[in-house]
């Protein structure tokens, strides 16, 4: 069985939750025995030399190449003996999903990183706009072979909000590293929360002015050594309001565990949005207990995750978990013997391929034709351009080429 994940956005390093599980989740599933490959709307926000140590090989393409130039996908799918391809945008299903499937039989497989249409209507989007979204949803579900989500809440959504067909969609959770000697000894009783996230999000982004605006000046009343640490990407205008509210800024690290180590407390006041929060994952795997409102903890339960949805109420649980580090400590043990046993890469990956096996055992759905996304591109990405995140960043942007094969410690552009 070969598998082909397109990856429209950023891929290694991880910036975020998305690009964590496609620079994890790949990798593991090669290991796992699959064959596996990559496509790679490149835009210089991945680096090649990394991707090239991989396990398999990446095709990397300009981006109007990615979305426009289907004789060079067919070709390369076929080249590859591809027999399943997953995507995790819905305007990219619809703009290349399906005119690829149609064209070489593969199995088409969405990985639906959240509900859009949840999204959407949480963010408060014009009536228009959120229906032309859950419309996309639903034809999606009536034409890929299968759907993928973190969450089983976010799969019952797909069934009743998508009319997804319940026999083709399935729960792949996220996964996380959470190695066996870590058990609770980060955890430092000491009144320091931890918030991580792209700030670009706009979930994380509101989240981000709850902390500066309520958490952080109420917990600061309370407890004067407190101290507080937002790590993550976001724009200049909210970095500069957290610095000026005393707050500490990590930016983006390689790998949050070091830096959380060094907190007590993992906050999560994320109230819009759906699928799995993975800075959750990372917060128990790195040995802190978490606060989450009853949205980003949904579908996740933890001895050391606490529910609450009121955010005037964090100052005091933090002050209550600091001053009892012993039971903090046996409940972070015992979250992250759970990790061990339902999150590490390796069980993601052996359900990811059960679900896959699945799915070839199943004959193909139908292929409508679908008129094309007006833009050409996701919704997050047009944000993501418009925002400027990564500007300067493209170092092939002056250079013609066609694709580019990233594999074997070599990138070679063709």
Known sequence: MRIAFFIDGTFLPERDGASTRFARLPA?????????????????????????????????????????NLTLLVDLITRENIDVVQMNDLETIQNVGLPLARATGVRLVYEALYHSGTLARQLGLPESQLGAIRSLETKVAESVDHIITFSEPDRQRWLDFSQAPVDRISVVPFGVDCAADTAGSGWIGRPSVAFIGNGYFEPNRRAIDRIATD???????????????????????????????????????????????????????????????????????????????????????????????????????????????????????????????????????????????????????????????????????????????????????????????ACDGAVNMY
Not at 39 to 47: D, E, I, T, V, Y
Not at 253 to 276: K, T
Not at 281 to 295: D, E, K, W
């Open 215 to 405: 958490i952080w000046p109420a917990l600061q009343s309370r407890l004067a050594d407190a101290s507080c640490l937002i790590v993550g990407d976001m724009s200049p205008q909210l970095r500069a309001r957290c610095l000026r509210a005393g707050i500490e800024m990590a930016g983006e690290v390689a790998d949050p565990r070091p830096v959380l180590r060094n907190c007590s407390v993992g906050i999560a006041p994320v109230s819009e949005g759906s699928g799995i929060r993975v800075k959750l994952l990372h917060y128990l795997a790195a040995g802190l207990p978490a606060i989450a409102t009853s949205v980003a903890a949904e579908g996740l339960v933890f001895p050391a995750l606490i529910i609450e949805d009121s955010i005037s109420a964090y100052a005091d649980i933090v002050q209550g978990l600091v001053t009892n580090p012993q039971r903090v400590t046996r409940l972070v043990q015992e979250s992250q013997d759970l990790l061990r046993r339902e999150y590490a890469w390796a069980h993601i990956a052996h359900i990811a391929k059960e679900t896959y096996r699945r799915v070839l055992h199943r004959p193909t759905r139908e292929r409508p034709a679908l008129t094309p996304h007006s833009n050409g591109v996701p919704m997050w990405l047009d944000e993501a351009l418009r925002s400027d995140r990564f500007a300067g960043c493209d170092d092939l942007g002056h250079i013609a080429y066609e694709y580019g094969v």
């Open 28 to 68: 593991e599933i090669c290991r796992a025995g699959l064959g596996v490959c990559v496509f790679h709307a490149f835009r210089g926000w991945s680096r090649l030399e990394r991707i090239a140590e991989e396990p398999y090989p990446t095709y990397f393409f300009h981006p109007k190449n990615y979305y426009n």
